[in-house]
């Protein structure tokens, strides 16, 4: 490289309600290859979660940094605040350049807020290229996968370059990421090992990797987590692929080589419940796999067939039954609330998560329990006219990105935690479908009340039940009450 180097920003947007206890591996992915191509980064992570920032403590960090070019990631329930955040990065001087899952969905979209250019797809393939273009040190015209407004406010968009060799991509710069903003790398790092995933979901909105599984080999995967736990002393690893266990042989290898190298770290991954069974599950937990994530999402097998969900409710039942006789933590993840279910449909999901309790620690009844209408997916299309939810990220009522307000009743903070999707109402669901949801949501969290000793999980329950009986007759009463309990509120 002739040119001197460019310093360029790197960002994640804030959330309100959900932490980073890891640095964003996309954002460390994008960084190594620019460092890779001689330039210098530098990691503005605002949920950061020992160092959390609202987007004008963003605007002062980056201002400080000098950059010369910003690049931003767009998750779709943080776009309002992102395009804010483009406001005030604007005064800066530095093109902006977008990129992410939803800049990937709908590339026009940053363009008329406020950015100056957006990469289509995985970054990898082209950042350095696209930094270099915006800086003036290329044409635009040359990035694959870049979608400019050119004069007259025209949207020019070049076709998508071929997809990256994994195994070809330099690791994660996790060197960028403050130690003192994360909870210890010790601890956790993600690691990608495979992108895209061929089953289709009508509300999935993991398109950004497409529908064929690409994978790093064994021998790549093995070997940044043996360096990430002699450098860094890693012990556990989490795996952010969307299905890990899609190509079978790829994964025994991986398991045959961490065995061979005296299993240096624990391990968590998400995978389709189509892809294991009892013979991988043992081979997984004897290479240190400690937890498996599954999208079970529903207990009807009406709505697994229209979701078009690539597996059977009996097989659902099968794999935590193995995943826990073979020594791992299954964790389970429901949808509720499809358009078309009701009530008994909703409690088949609930005979479900019955079924599975004695096999399951902790259900997860936290933001995304709820449909959340992504753009993109096939929920969207089908019922963003019916229900008027078109272009929803960008209007403020169904901004869910929202902690519970205080003047929430006890009962519904500690239920939904720090979400505010029914609030969001997408799906104007009925009083009876309100009712079932809250219903199977108490099972939740009762059920995850379980490990606590028995008189504080007395006191809970005595508690929430409580909140709700005070605030259907006296509402006022309960805020007085339960004031109090601000903290845990929160929690
Ligand atoms: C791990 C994870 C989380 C963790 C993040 C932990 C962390 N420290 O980063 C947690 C649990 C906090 C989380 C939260 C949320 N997540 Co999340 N998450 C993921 C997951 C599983 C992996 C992310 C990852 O590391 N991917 C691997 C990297 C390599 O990919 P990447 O980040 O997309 O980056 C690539 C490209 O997008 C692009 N790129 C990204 N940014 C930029 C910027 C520029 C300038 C350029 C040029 C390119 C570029 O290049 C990168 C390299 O190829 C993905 C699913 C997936 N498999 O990706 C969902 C996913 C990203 N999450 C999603 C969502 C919706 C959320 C939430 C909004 C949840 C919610 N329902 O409200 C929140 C967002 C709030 C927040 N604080 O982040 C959706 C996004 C969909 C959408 N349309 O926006 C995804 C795709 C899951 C899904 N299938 O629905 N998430
Ligand atoms: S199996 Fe998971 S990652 Fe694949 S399409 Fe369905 S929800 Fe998305």
Not at 263 to 268: F, K, S
Not at 289 to 314: A, F, M, N, V
Not at 373 to 386: K, L, M, V
């Amino acid at each position: 490289m002739s040119s001197p180097p460019l310093r360029v920003a790197l960002v994640y947007p804030p959330s309100r309600t959900q932490p980073h206890h890891t640095p964003p591996m996309g954002l460390l992915m994008l960084a190594a290859v620019l460092e890779r191509a001689g330039h210098t980064t530098g990691l503005f992570d605002a949920n950061a979660v020992h160092h959390r920032l609202d987007s004008e403590g963003v605007a002062r960090e980056v201002a400080a940094f000098r950059p010369d070019v910003i690049g931003v990631t767009l998750v779709t329930p943080l776009v309002q605040e992102a395009y804010r955040l483009a406001g005030l990065l604007r005064p800066l001087g530095a093109p902006l350049l977008a990129g992410g899952p939803h800049a990937t969905l709908l590339p026009e979209e940053p363009l008329a807020h406020g950015f100056d250019a957006v990469v289509v797809g995985e970054g990898e393939p082209v950042v350095v290229q696209a930094v270099e273009a915006l800086a003036g040190r290329g044409a635009r015209q040359a990035v694959p996968g870049l979608a400019w407004r050119g004069q007259a406010g025209l949207v020019h968009r070049n076709e998508p370059p071929p997809p990256p060799d994994l195994d070809a991509l330099p690791w994660p710069a996790l060197h960028l990421a403050d130690p003192a903003h994360y909870d210890p790398a010790a601890d956790c790092v993600l690691v990608m090992s495979s992108r895209g995933c061929p089953a289709r979901c009508a509300y999935c909105a993991g398109g950004l990797f497409g529908r064929r599984f690409r994978f790093r080999s064994a021998a790549n995967v093995v070997a940044e987590l043996l360096e990430r736990h002699r450098t860094l002393g890693t012990r556990h690893v989490l795996f952010v692929d969307d299905s890990m266990g899609v190509n079978r042989e790829r994964l025994r290898e991986i398991c045959r080589l961490l065995v061979e190298a005296g299993r240096p770290v624990t391990w968590q991954m998400m995978t389709r419940v189509d892809s294991m069974d009892p013979e991988q599950l043992r081979l997984a937990a004897a290479a240190g796999c400690t937890r498996i994530d599954y999208g079970l999402e529903s207990g009807s097998p009406e709505t697994l067939r229209r979701i078009h969900k690539p597996h059977t409710l009996e097989m659902a039942r099968q794999v935590v039954v193995d995943t826990a006789a073979a020594g791992i933590q299954p964790y389970v993840f429901f949808i509720l609330g499809f358009p078309w279910e009701d009530p008994p449909a909703l409690d088949e999901t609930l005979s479900l998560m019955r079924f599975l309790a004695p096999y399951v620690e902790n259900f997860h009844p936290a933001i995304a329990s709820i449909l959340i209408p992504f753009p993109g997916t096939e929920i969207y299309r089908d019922y963003a006219g019916r229900y008027g939810f078109d272009g929803w990220w960008l209007g403020g009522r169904r901004s869910y990105d929202a902690p519970r307000p205080a003047t929430h009743a006890y009962h519904e903070c500690v239920l939904y935690r720090n979400g505010a999707v029914l609030d969001a109402d997408f799906f104007r669901y009925p009083a009876p479908v309100r009712r079932k949801i809250f219903e199977i949501f108490r099972f939740m969290y009762f059920h995850n009340l379980r490990g606590e000793p028995l008189l504080r999980r007395a006191r809970r329950k005595a508690l929430f039940d409580l909140s709700v009986a005070l605030s259907h007759r006296f509402p006022g009463l309960e805020r007085r009450l339960f004031g109090g309990l601000g903290r845990l509120r929160a929690a």
